[in-house]
T-cell receptor
Framework: GAVVSQHPSRVICKSGTSVKIECRSLDFQATTMFWYRQFPKKSLMLMAT?????????EQGVEKDKFLINHASLTLSTLTVTSAHPEDSSFYICSARALRFGSTDTQYFGPGTRLTVL | AQSVTQPDIHITVSEGASLELRCNYS??????LFWYVQSPGQGLQLLLKYFSGDTLVQGIKGFEAEFKRSQSSFNLRKPSVHWSDAAEYFC??????????FGAGTTVTVRA
């Protein structure tokens, strides 16, 4: 099956610092990756769509200068939370759209990264 | 705009009993519908999906869902619940650009 990994699984940082989260598709190529944010007991909120080799498309209300997304290869997308503040503390989840399995409409999700900003 | 409503925030069911989770969607065209399960500390796992064709969809782990266009619903069912089914369940609707909109989720607790 399709496996998506995220690193780190958990990170604690000080306010004002930047944090990078990696999302990798381990056994398939993903031209499109998505970044979600999940608050406790809440649904997933799509933050942005990341396309390999091009700029990410951000959802309304998401600050693109704060949440930097880079999709440098077909297996790696990164989310950098810049100048993090406590309100950025959340669970960040990525997904990758697999093309090789016949269906272009299935997203495979990573295990998530728990960010805590002190 | 697309949206998903999961009316039940929390459901408790006895092991061996049947389970039904409700999902209603709002979408202007024929929707792509999904059910995902999230266990503590785990990523979302796809249970099943509907794109077209047979409105009764079979998924993994013994789950099935039925698409009812007239009711804008895509309810998830399992005839006999196992303790390992305790988790958070999310219904999602997708658009042509594959962006997913998720419901708020239903927490399932299984009692012995």
């Amino acid at each position: 099956g399709a496996v998506v990994s995220q690193h780190p699984s958990r990170v604690i940082c000080k306010s004002g610092t930047s944090v990078k989260i990696e999302c990798r598709s381990l056994d398939f190529q993903a031209t499109t990756m998505f970044w979600y944010r999940q608050f406790p007991k809440k649904s997933l909120m799509l933050m942005a769509t990341s396309n390999e080799g091009s700029k990410a498309t951000y959802e309304q209300g998401v600050e693109k200068d704060k949440f930097l997304i880079n999709h440098a290869s077909l297996t790696l997308s990164t989310l950098t939370v810049t100048s993090a503040h406590p309100e950025d503390s959340s669970f960040y989840i990525c997904s990758a759209r697999a093309l090789r399995f016949g269906s272009t409409d299935t997203q495979y999700f990573g295990p998530g990264t728990r960010l805590t900003v002190l | 705009a697309q949206s998903v409503t999961q009316p039940d925030i929390h459901i408790t069911v006895s092991e061996g009993a049947s389970l039904e989770l409700r999902c209603n969607y709002s979408y202007g065209a024929t929707p792509y519908l999904f059910w995902y399960v999230q266990s503590p500390g785990q990523g979302l796992q796809l249970l099943l999906k509907y794109f077209s064709g047979d409105t009764l969809v079979q998924g993994i782990k013994g789950f099935e869902a039925e698409f009812k266009r007239s009711q804008s619903s895509f309810n998830l069912r399992k005839p006999s619940v196992h303790w390992s089914d305790a988790a958070e369940y999310f219904c999602a609707v997708g658009a042509g650009d594959y962006k997913l909109s998720f419901g708020a989720g239903t927490t399932v607790t299984v009692r012995a």
